[in-house]
Nanobody, 123 residues
Framework: QVQLVESGGGLVQAGDSLRLSCAASGRTFSSGAMGWFRQAPGKEREFVAAISRSGINTYFADSVKGRFTIGRDNAKNTVYLQMNSLKPEDTAVYYC????????????????WGQGTQVTVSS
């Protein structure tokens, strides 16, 4: 099992940028895909972004494509989510996740989760 701790959330205005970080510990960090999910009040948790073990391949939800980027530093056991041009609809608790896989229904799942960090975007 891997332990994940997110940081970097906060309150920003629409159009601002924010960078989330996720520090991993507990086992070999570089062994699987990493990613981010989010959950807004009253809504289900949804996939945001994923990055492959090597960092070469990245995947994004349509709602954030072109605005968010994801990166990882396997030497530092850290994964990042750079969020630009933030919108009020990006407001949610953001969760770091480990060992992401894409299921037969084309839905992303993960085996480990962080506690989440709040991102609030005001209009």
């Amino acid at each position: 099992q891997v332990q994940l701790v997110e940081s970097g959330g906060g309150l920003v205005q629409a159009g601002d940028s924010l960078r989330l970080s996720c520090a991993a510990s507990g086992r070999t960090f570089s062994s699987g895909a990493m990613g981010w999910f989010r959950q807004a009040p009253g809504k289900e948790r949804e996939f945001v972004a994923a990055i492959s073990r090597s960092g070469i391949n990245t995947y994004f939800a349509d709602s954030v494509k072109g605005r968010f980027t994801i990166g990882r530093d396997n030497a530092k056991n850290t994964v990042y989510l750079q969020m630009n041009s933030l919108k009020p609809e990006d407001t949610a608790v953001y969760y770091c996740a480990a060992d992401l896989t894409l299921g037969p229904s084309r839905r992303w799942g993960a085996s480990s989760w962080g506690q989440g960090t709040q991102v609030t975007v005001s209009s």
